[in-house]
Nanobody, 116 residues
Framework: QVQLVEAGGGSVQAGGSQRLSCAASGSTFSIDAMGWYRQAPGKQRELVASIISGGVTNYADSVKDRFTVSGDNAKDTVTLQMNSLKPEDTAVYYC??????????WGQGTQVTVSS
């Protein structure tokens, strides 16, 4: 099993920044990717950014050049730095980890609200 604990989130004005962090514990040895998804009211959960074990990152088009995902393999953490936030970034953000043998794991979610 893998447990994911998120930190960060809250309310911010448009144009501001926020930083989300997620720490994994448990059977972390076989985690090969981590990242962040988000879900806005009435919408499907979508990938925001991910990072694989080799350090390759992937971003949703809507957040490219504004968000940065980074990982620390030694500490089993993943961080999402969000800059130039927009009201449309408002959502519940979920930490995600992929375990090579056991599939996907999710954090409990943290609310990010961007006001105009």
């Amino acid at each position: 099993q893998v447990q994911l604990v998120e930190a960060g989130g809250g309310s911010v004005q448009a144009g501001g920044s926020q930083r989300l962090s997620c720490a994994a514990s448990g059977s972390t040895f076989s985690i090969d990717a981590m990242g962040w998804y988000r879900q806005a009211p009435g919408k499907q959960r979508e990938l925001v950014a991910s990072i694989i074990s080799g350090g390759v990152t992937n971003y949703a088009d809507s957040v490219k050049d504004r968000f940065t995902v980074s990982g620390d393999n030694a500490k089993d953490t993943v961080t999402l730095q969000m800059n130039s936030l927009k009201p449309e970034d408002t959502a519940v953000y979920y930490c995600w980890a992929h375990h090579r043998f056991r599939g996907d794991y999710w954090g409990q979610g943290t609310q990010v609200t961007v006001s105009s």
